[in-house]
């Protein structure tokens, strides 16, 4: 465990070093006080009277120790929190390097959920471990060690009775430790199904409220926090005992050198001064001891979290170049592409040409792969066989920012950041000028609504953009996309259907955007279709068919029936906003 994290805390090792140097004077200034007590109680054992002057010097060391111990106790933990929080520091900066090189689909299956938690709650945790357990569990472990060793020069036989507690106290301990490894996926799982499903609740809430399902969501809620309590009360259970029993013996170590101790008395084989000196030295063994076993005790929820992010720091990364853009055109390729989200193959051998500066339309049916096609052209997943290729480049030789500095891709589900409408058109082009990124608004057709705003531009777009329609968000996505102003653009419409003034503003936007471009567009809307250069047909994963409108209304059969139910429903579109 100590080895996984070491290489994060790299040049402040030398502070964990010296909270440990720190620590260990202030243990030593700890059990001095008891040897001190053992002094003062050592005349009255030989019968002699126990004089002021004798007390006072003991005492003044007492004080003096107990200064020290706090002192350098305080310098230790403050030495090891600072080494701690610069490794959590090192970690975090990692993780996101490691982050940025996974496949923009892996970061979204893994979800936002497990991510925020393993950023903060997790590597949080690996602070009990950096600035408490290795400083405060080595100076612990060490000092108890040590007076043992002296317990056994002054009498072995003492040394001896006071391993017996010692050794139940260790077996108690393993015994929990064994019960708690064994459930601690489950523990895990457990928790992760109880937050899951409170996520899920408070994510869908409206839906619940809406279609009055109150009643069942909040029974698998509570069954799931219920599920958790029940099964975190059972594990505690199990390590209650095992807990209650090595916490009480660890500090009772003269358990049985007291009755043996004072029957060697009797017998002569032992002086009472001596069983003074081991009783006292006892008791600064067992505080210590139990303080750095308690470190012990959560080891195992700390390796699992470790071993948590080890998996996430190998995860496989992207299979992206390092290389610049050089294709020799702008012309798109795509041959026999298959690709799978998981096992199941979605992609089965799309080979697709996108001539440079002309427009492809992907139609399909919902569930045939349209997205997945397009996305896989941003590299947001490695595909399984085939090759993309751009100017005959493939898209795995070159950089990611390098493929980014080709394309825009506008989404089908939109993304604002939550801040001014402005920042986030600037998204785009973070050099842009104020009149670029008004310009690039205009073309989007975003001037109607932005005028309706108090503020304009400097509209807060809320969490997630949610102070805007869809409708508007997607504009401002495009204007985001007008003023990064790549070569080739992705685009997959968001709805299939808008009102009219908003699909003839959609319209308009769309026409600026691809002005001289590679375009790749996922098309529900007739004008999209009808004009493009060469329409894909796209039917369970497999391109069909390819030609322009015309064509494909002659010769395939889907996409005319695909034709039909497009017009229909936008005859009904238009009836239906007459009315
Ligand atoms: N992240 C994902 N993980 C697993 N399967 C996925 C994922 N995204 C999509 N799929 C599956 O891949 C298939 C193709 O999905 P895709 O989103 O590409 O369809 P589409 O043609 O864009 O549909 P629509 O027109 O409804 O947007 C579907 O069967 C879908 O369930
Ligand atoms: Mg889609």
Redesign the pocket.
């Known amino acids: 465990m100590f080895r996984s994290v070491a290489p994060y805390v790299g040049k402040y090792k030398i502070y964990t070093r010296l909270a440990v140097v720190a620590m260990v004077i202030g243990i030593v200034a700890s059990v001095v006080p008891y040897f001190m007590l053992y002094q003062m109680l050592g005349p009255l054992a030989r019968g002699e009277a126990l004089t002021w002057a004798a007390i006072w010097p003991r005492l003044l060391v007492i004080i003096l120790c107990e200064i020290i111990y706090a002192l350098s106790y305080a310098k230790g933990l403050s030495l090891s929190h600072y080494s701690a929080y610069h490794t959590l520091e090192n970690v975090r900066i990692k993780l996101q390097g490691k982050l940025e090189k996974q496949s923009l689909?892996d970061i979204?299956?893994l979800g936002n959920g497990r991510l925020k938690k393993m950023f903060t709650d997790d590597i949080e945790q690996l602070e009990l471990l950096l600035a408490h357990a290795i400083p405060e569990g080595i100076a612990n472990m060490l000092i108890p060690a040590i007076i043992i060793v002296v317990m056994f020069i002054s009498d072995w036989r003492m040394g001896l009775l006071s391993l017996i507690p010692m050794v139940i106290g260790m077996f108690a301990m393993s015994m929990m430790m064994k019960a708690g490894m064994a459930k601690m996926d489950d523990y895990y799982r457990s928790g992760a199904e109880m937050n899951n499903t409170i996520i899920e609740y408070v994510n869908g809430m409206e839906v619940v409220k809406v279609f009055n399902k109150d009643g069942e969501s909040y029974k698998t809620f509570g069954e799931k926090v219920m599920a958790y309590r029940d099964f975190t009360l059972a594990w505690y259970k199990e390590c209650w005992p095992w807990m209650a029993l090595y916490t009480s013996i660890f500090p009772c170590l003269c358990m049985f050198m007291l009755p043996v101790g004072s029957l060697m008395i009797l017998h002569g084989s032992l002086t009472l001064e001596k069983l003074i000196l081991v009783i006292c030295m006892s008791f600064a063994v067992g505080p210590s001891f139990l303080k750095a076993l308690n470190f012990a005790g959560k080891f195992p929820q700390l390796d699992y979290k470790i071993a948590e992010l080890e998996k996430l720091m190998n995860h496989e990364p992207l299979k992206a170049g390092t290389n610049d853009f050089k294709g020799s055109s702008l012309d798109v390729s795509f041959e026999n592409v298959h690709f799978g989200?998981?096992e199941e193959e979605?992609l089965h051998g799309i080979s697709l040409k996108l001539p440079q500066k002309t427009t492809t339309a992907l139609v399909?049916?919902?569930?045939?792969?349209?997205?997945?096609?397009?996305?896989l052209l941003i590299h947001y997943y490695d595909i399984k066989e085939g090759k993309i290729t751009i100017g005959g480049q493939d898209i795995t030789d070159m950089s990611l920012e390098a493929l980014n500095q080709q394309v825009a891709y506008v989404a089908?589900e939109q993304f604002l950041f939550n801040t001014t409408l402005y920042d986030n058109i600037l998204v785009g082009n973070p050099t842009a000028t104020r009149e670029q990124v008004e310009d690039a608004a205009r073309r989007a057709q975003c001037m109607e609504f932005l005028e309706r705003l108090p503020q304009g531009l400097e509209t807060q777009a809320g969490d997630g953009g949610k102070m805007l329609s869809g409708g508007e968000r997607q504009r401002i996505a495009l204007a985001r996309a007008i003023l990064k102003d790549a070569p080739i653009i992705v685009l997959?419409e968001a709805t299939a259907f808008m009102d009219p003034e908003n699909e003839e503003k959609m319209n308009a936007a769309i026409a600026e955007i691809v002005k001289d471009k590679t375009v790749l567009v996922?098309a529900?809307r007739l004008a999209t279709i009808k004009d493009a250069d060469q329409i894909c047909v796209?039917k369970d994963?497999n391109c069909i068919a390819a030609d322009r409108h015309e064509a494909l209304l002659e010769s395939c059969e889907e996409y005319k029936k695909f034709w039909a139910a497009t017009q229909s429903a936008s005859q009904w579109k238009i009836g239906g906003a007459t009315c």
Do not use: N, P, R
């Open positions: 689909g979204e299956d989200y998981e979605v399909g049916a919902s569930g045939s792969g349209k997205s997945t096609l397009a996305k089908q997959d996922i529900h796209i994963g």
